[in-house]
């Protein structure tokens, strides 16, 4: 299994603010997902990164893969309330398509 | 937009019992899957399924689950004499091609007594 880990575990800001949050692991993924999380609920997909060094942006979200395909970021640009939530990254690697997730980010943005 | 469906919401067994929880895939999508997340954990693997055959499994997924896809539409996990350990959200997810984006439903929260 390969090992992604989330950092930070918590982040609190004030609306207004940027963040990112990090996903890094020692192994090399053929694809990398962000999700979000809402209590009681399931993943609901983002984003999907495949080419090392891709960017993609998704209104003020902006999801990057590293070059070697081994991590990637999120970076929310003046955060709102409403982008308060769980988000996780999970890599699918070469060898099969099962995903490995990190352990996730919780992300609190206060008005 | 296609979504994948989970029933039940919520299911509560004793210890001992066995159930079954059923997800229906976004029709078009030949790769299903299931994952477990034990409360306050990682969400982790357990299977996944194409072409009527189980493609990978974890060490979780041992002879005590199983999985079936019945009809051309439901994918079902099956729960054997359950432990108090099964306890966690059960999630089934689909994919249209095997490194493809993989959709989740909303999950089964499964408790046993």
């Known amino acids: 299994t390969q090992l992604l880990e989330q950092s930070p575990q918590f982040l609190s800001i004030q609306e207004g603010e940027n963040l990112t949050v990090y996903c890094n692991s020692s192994s090399v993924f053929s694809s990398l997902q962000w999700y979000r999380q809402e209590p009681g609920e399931g993943p609901v997909l983002l984003v999907t990164?495949?080419?090392?060094?891709e960017v993609k942006k998704l209104k003020r979200l902006t999801f990057q893969f590293g070059d070697a395909r081994k991590d990637s970021s999120l970076h929310i640009t003046a955060a709102q309330p409403g982008d308060t939530g769980l988000y996780l990254c999970a890599g699918i690697s070469s060898n099969d398509y099962k995903l490995s997730f990190g352990a996730g980010t919780t992300v609190t943005v206060r008005a | 937009e296609p979504e994948v469906t989970q029933t039940p919401s919520h299911q509560v067994t004793q210890m001992g019992q066995e159930v079954i929880l059923r997800c229906v895939p976004i029709s078009n999508h030949l790769y299903f899957y299931w994952y477990r997340q034990i409360l306050g954990q990682k969400v982790e693997f357990l299977v996944s399924?194409?072409?009527?055959?189980?493609?990978?499994k974890s060490e979780i997924f041992d002879d005590q689950f199983s999985v079936e896809r019945p009809d051309g539409s439901n994918f079902t996990l099956k729960i054997r004499s359950t432990k108090l350990e099964d306890s966690a959200m059960y999630f089934c997810?689909?994919?249209?091609?095997?490194?493809?984006?993989?959709?989740f439903g909303d999950g089964t929260r499964l408790s046993i007594l």
């Open positions: 990164v495949v080419t090392g060094g």
């Open positions: 997810a689909s994919s249209d091609y095997g490194e493809g984006p993989q959709h």
């Open positions: 399924f194409y072409n009527n055959e189980i493609s990978e």
